[in-house]
């Protein structure tokens, strides 16, 4: 009997010992454990956890999204003035008939949104995501995670699924200023 599993991209060394800000990014933990740290919209959209997929460690999320337009899984968060961050993360997405992307959003206003290139629609292999986040001094907490958006045709057939793996937001540090007198101070 073969088995395949689809390819893992491997990390950096770097980011694979920075300090992860997410809780259970990896999806390890049951995702029902209180507080629930991962939000799902719309509410009801199916979330099962799969471990004959998973890109590290023991499990990975599954999500099944139906016929719903858009469906995110994301983290709130408090943010200091002038930080930065990249949120990073493995997508697999099967017969899914639209962009799946990483977005982060002021919370609490939205005045505020990134988003990153979106991943293949069908794939074999986990696509690696990545946004770098520089929030502005207004924003103070940010909602951070992946969003899936319907596409307006339907291009593959079949049920779809987003199998997701390996997220971390790692914080980058306030931006240092290189230019001298930059506020023409002198």
Known sequence: KLVA????P???NADASAKDLLVNGGFEKALEEEPR?????PAGTALSPVEDVAAEG???????????????VTQ?????????YELQGLALPQNVNGAV???????????????????????SAWSPLSLKI?????VKELAVGVEYVAAAQKIYEGPSALVLDRFKLIDRGAPVNMVANGDFTM
């Not at 709130?76 to 930065?84: D, E, L, N």
């Open 101 to 123: 992307k990483l977005i982060a959003r002021d919370a609490s206003g939205n005045r505020y949104s990134a988003e990153s290139g979106a991943a293949p629609g069908n794939s």
């Open 134 to 138: 520089a929030a502005p001094a207004f």
């Open 76 to 84: 709130t968060f408090k943010v200091p003035a002038q930080s930065r």
């Open 37 to 41: 740290a991962w939000a799902v919209q």
């Open 10 to 12: 491997v990390e950096s």
């Open 5 to 8: 599993y689809p390819p893992i």
């Open 58 to 72: 023991k499990r990975a999320v599954r999500i099944e999204p139906g016929d719903a337009k858009s469906v995110s």
